[in-house]
């Protein structure tokens, strides 16, 4: 009898979630060794970071808030790579979704009713057009996205910059980086956390059907997997590609759109709190799979609002990244863990 | 275990064939989810000797060399080198101990020079480099070994001969005793061929050994002292070369009688050659992917219930026939008709509606998703028809049904089909790409060089496929660089060179030196078939 490990392709569902689990028990494990280390009281961290994430009604309403965008930037990211894209942009298009959506509710007048659904529009739109030049750069002349969408991401950020510094300041003068208060919010279902919230689960639920249930969805597994064996199939490739990356342009501009009139209520320098850029690891976590992504966003709000909770506890910032990247690094191992299974064979 | 040793030791110093083996495997096992890629496998490797490794596609030569070359570790069994018995942590301790391999798909940096290739990662690469330094030590080692390499040149501009003479370089300039070669020709000319022999048996004769790995059947028997046959991922028997023939290391290989005979013959109740052509092209030309004219007015017919071979040097235009015939590129100028039917500005949609099928030459860069599931990849062709797809809504489950029977049709045994399908061995995902092509193929395969790479047992299964087709009134166009091949199943054999046709013959009625020079670019204006080409 001899005992051995086996990778399989396919994942092994029961053991998946076991090897996560262990994973981040293993996480906190080694966390709390260091806290100890360095002389921190345990006790008094961890009831803290529990209070103010699970323990808490503001803490539940917290995690909420923070998973909304960071759903959409995860489902951004993960839809461009479906076709063989990389989209690192999803921090412009965040950004270019809230200013739209902020234009639409500083200078549309009307009730609103009227005004959000337009608001909606806009902020999907605002992303996508942050998205159509690397878009047909890439489509047209094989210019890489991944540094075109990337650069267009500080464009973004420096432009709301100017806007809630110069032409959109609070009149009111009582803040100097922000425009004042808009007209308009989300509704919110449970305290703070707005609608923003059912509606991203709703999309990422729904992509995930379309993308494994339409012949599209099929078709575009195939453009972004081989672009030779689609032209072979007749699969239009450029296509595929066109629409899917503006979609994912469109998402993450909708991540900025209800970060801005749900959350924040004012356009702000900073707003996108690297939402696009942790969106990747949400993506990355997720493995390619749109249902997976709620699961990448929620363990990343936990991670994030935790931290901060830690550095109200005097826990410096560096101290906080790096259990954030212990916590992912285990993660990823236990991800990779659940391809294996134990194989028990008589010796031949 | 031990038993055997001695016996087999015995048995070679009886025979009169130098002492002790350089590398002896022992009861060499290794396991792959689903797979047993070796099993019990008894290997030895002489000083002196070239010692071919036979055997099919997935019959485990790859991972048998991978263990002794330290990239994979053995189940069970064991690895002596010089009577020691060894275990192999990482490739480097193999290097270490003078087992050296040159992959099919070489790793050299294309970018980097010769000399630079050879001196990357080597522990005697001196700290202080120049240039002139390397390229000097380059060549003071070429020399030695007696093989010619262009020290200062860059790896992209050599030729696939040449690179490859820079990854035996590098190998031997790590002084290596033992060379493993895997299907070193498939990627070589005829001269390159010899050329290399050349310089294996000149190594060979300085006390070393090589493994050369291959299933093509006619160099074994050219190159090698002893013959061991792998089938199955078990040893089927070790032969000196001398004793074997053609046929007898086919049976070994594949385990029974290889069918050599002629295909061309119809089984009976087949459908008869119709009179109309089913496809019929009126001076084509095409341009390749530089822009070159590479098909020029090229004139051909062919009709249902027959096959069409292509011949021809690689290179001569036939892989952009193929691709124009599919829809896959455009025609420039010329008529394509498929029963009778204009296709000539129609694209890969309409094709393959029309009843064509296409084998691609490169099957994993344009046949297949490889990193997609074997589901995925075979109802490319079927997605979007009933009951795959209703409308607008695909159904998984119905995609893993066709997948399923398509997989039995093939007879590839697939462990789980949401795999990607570049785990399948070669000759299983051409399998998958043959069957899933003629479900459409209802009026026309094009086949280009569909058994490229391919061992006989696949080689078979893909000509019984050809002729199941013709028998049932499909006209089939058969891409190959193989004359035996082509003469073995086609009907008609075109000749193409330089893009254009040399001529088309009736099979029965020429010889293999007519179609050689024809292949070189003499003209046949005389045969029937190639009017219209001026």
Known sequence: MSIRIQRVPSENVAGGIAARLIAILLALLVAAIVFAISGADLGKLGSHVFKSTFGSRFGLMDLGLIVTPLILTGLAVTVAMKVGAWNIGAEGQFCAGAIAATAVALFVPGPTIVVLPLMFVAGAVGGMLWILIPTLARAYADVSELITTLLLNFVGALFIYYLATGPWLDPSGLSFAATKRLPHDVPSFWGDVHWGLPIAVLLTISLAGVLNYTRWGYEVRIAGSNPAAARYAAIPFRRHLIVVMLMSGAIAGLAGMFEVIGTTHRLQGGISNNFGYIGIMVAVLARGSAIGVIAGAALMAVILKSGIALQTQGVNISTVLALTGLILFFTAIGDELSHYRIVRSKPA | MVMNVMLDVDRMAASGVAGQPIVSLRGVAKHFPGVIANQDVDFDLLPGEIHALLGENGAGKSTLMNILTGIYRPDLGEIIIDGKAVTFASPVEAIAAGIGMVHQHFKLVKAFTVAENIHLGWSETPGRISKALLEARTAEIAASLN??????????????????????????????????????????????????????????????????????????????????????????????????DKRGLARLMVGQEVVLSNMRERKPGAKPISDAPVLSLRNVSARDDLGNMCLKNVTLDLRAGEILGIAGVAGNGQKELSQVLTGVRRAASGEIRV?????????????????????????????????????????????????????????????????????????????????PVRNLSGGNQQRLVARREMRIASNLLVAAYPSRGLDVGAINAMMGYFTELRDAGVGVLFVSEELEELFKLSDRIAVMFHGEVMGVVDSSEVDIETIGLMMGGQRRLEAGSAEGIS
């Open chain 2, 147 to 244: 093989l010619a390499v262009k020290p200062g040149a860059r790896v992209s501009d050599l030729s696939t001969g040449e690179q490859q003479r820079v990854e035996i370089l590098r190998v031997l300039s790590r002084k290596a005793r033992v060379l493993i070669l895997d299907e070193p020709t498939a990627v070589l000319t005829p001269a390159e061929a010899s050329e290399l022999f050349k310089a294996l048996r000149q190594f060979a004769a300085r006390g070393n050994a090589v493994i050369f790995i291959s299933h093509k059947l006619d160099e074994v028997l050219e190159i090698s002292d002893r013959v061991t046959v792998l089938r199955g991922g078990r040893k089927v028997a070790t032969r000196p070369t001398s004793e074997c």
């Open chain 2, 339 to 419: 029963c009778g039917k204009d296709l000539s500005s129609r694209g890969a949609e309409e094709f393959a509606a029309f009843g064509i099928g296409h084998i691609p030459e490169d099957r994993l860069h344009s046949g297949l998703a490889p990193a997609l599931s074997i589901t995925d990849n075979v109802v490319i062709r079927e997605y979007g028809k009933a009951p795959l797809s209703q409308g607008w809504v695909y159904r998984p489950s119905a995609a893993a049904a066709l997948a399923r029977s398509i997989a039995e049709a093939a007879s590839v045994s697939v462990p789980d089909f949401r795999m």
